[in-house]
């Protein structure tokens, strides 16, 4: 479900991933429980499932959003919640999903919740996912540095961040805990640079030397190159056939994230 909504959203390539992954990080190095920590990662992955319903002139729009637009962004923590609600493990995500951009200072949506009623899932996966659309390239713009991000994480303490999971993180992002995170969409995996859009292409980790990828934005077509373990892309100059840009699923980045909720669920 949660890869739906990167199959529309083709900017966001790889977040969903880093976001549990930063959330994971977090959430160990504040010291909870094994399975918290499983609950957690699970959360950030499907924190943004509520962005399938949101049109695509708003979702992909790449210039500053109106007070309208601004207003329909802010209905997908409410309905990703919705759409998980009949399904029997719904409780585990919850609070991730609902309450992402809820924050300490109650000036968050979708209701304006204060420190004392947001859950430590919404805390963490508020913060991480902030992180990341801060240190993140997309074509219009470029992501910011670390020191950067961890600067404004610290600036925002208290008010958009909880105090003491921002102080955690700021520690561990200065630590080089982050690195392997930040720019990726799998262990081992940078985001790839398209020839016209940027760093939004996602290679799979079962995808091998000479296989073709696509630009989900542009529809550029590359291939692979695995040289002594790092990976890069050819360009061919040429675009991909509406069959060939269909989205697929990373079978092997969800059994991984599976294996981590079945922590959460024994």
């Not at 924190?47 to 601004?70: Q, W």
Request: proline share 5%.
């Amino acid at each position: 479900m949660a890869s739906l909504v990167e199959a529309r959203d083709p900017y966001t390539g790889g977040h969903l991933w880093r976001v549990s992954q930063f959330s994971k990080t977090l959430a160990a190095a504040a010291g909870l429980p094994l399975r918290d920590i499983a609950r957690i990662t699970v959360g950030g992955f499907l924190h943004d499932l509520g962005k399938i319903a949101i049109p695509d002139a708003v979702l992909r729009k790449t210039d500053r959003l109106t007070d309208d637009e601004y207003a329909i962004i802010r209905t997908h923590p409410e309905v990703g919640y919705r759409l998980l609600t009949d399904h029997p493990l719904a409780f585990l995500v919850k609070e991730a999903v609902l309450s992402h951009h809820e924050r300490p200072d109650g000036k968050g949506y979708p209701h304006q919740l204060s420190q004392d009623q947001l859950s430590i899932d919404a805390r963490i996966v508020g913060l991480t996912d902030a992180f990341d659309a801060m240190t993140s390239t997309r074509p219009y713009r470029q992501g910011m540095p670390l020191e950067k991000a961890l600067k404004i994480i610290e600036e925002c303490s208290g008010t958009q961040f909880d105090a003491e999971l921002a102080k955690v993180f700021v520690e561990i992002g200065r630590n080089g805990e982050l690195d392997h995170i930040i720019g990726h969409s799998d262990l081992g995996i940078p985001m790839q640079d398209c020839p016209a859009c940027g760093p939004i292409i996602v290679v799979k980790r079962d995808q091998k030397e000479g296989d073709c990828v696509y630009c989900r934005n542009c529809s550029y077509r590359t291939y692979i190159i695995r040289d002594h373990g790092v990976i890069s892309l050819a360009d061919t100059e040429e675009h991909g056939t509406p069959e060939e840009l269909q989205p697929d699923i990373d079978i092997l980045l969800i059994q991984e994230l599976i294996k981590e909720a079945a922590k959460a669920i024994k």
